[in-house]
């Protein structure tokens, strides 16, 4: 079992930065890609961001590549997102999810998954 508590979350103005932290229960560097997925009001669960066990593979949605950048410190078993020049359409809640491969990750093929962080935007 991993568990995955992520914080960071906040009210923030348009074009400001934000910068989330997940902490994983476990030792996550031997095996686990981590993620990030957001959910806004009436819509589905979305990939953000995934980066390999080792942190030399990274993977962006298009609609934050260049503004958000993954990374995880494996000796802290903490993964960050941070996420510039945001955007009102970026408001959402916030999870952090696990899994054995960032395939499955980003699949959301039985991810791991924290309790969310919320994130909003004000125009």
């Known amino acids: 079992q991993v568990q995955l508590v992520e914080s960071g979350g906040g009210l923030v103005q348009t074009g400001a930065s934000l910068r989330l932290s997940c902490a994983a229960s476990?030792?996550?560097?031997?095996?686990?890609?981590m993620g990030w997925f957001r959910q806004a009001p009436g819509k589905e669960r979305e990939f953000v961001a995934a980066i390999n066990w080792s942190g030399h593979n990274t993977y962006y949605s298009d609609s934050v590549k260049g503004r958000f950048t993954i990374s995880r410190d494996n000796a802290k078993n903490t993964v960050y997102l941070q996420m510039n020049s945001l955007k009102p359409e970026d408001s959402a809640v916030y999870y952090c999810?696990?899994?054995?491969?960032?395939?499955?990750?980003?699949?959301?093929?039985?991810?791991?998954w924290g309790q969310g962080t919320q994130v909003t935007v004000s125009s």
């Open positions: 999810a696990a899994n054995m491969a960032t395939g499955l990750l980003r699949d959301k093929q039985n991810n791991y």
């Open positions: 476990r030792r996550t560097s031997s095996s686990y890609a």
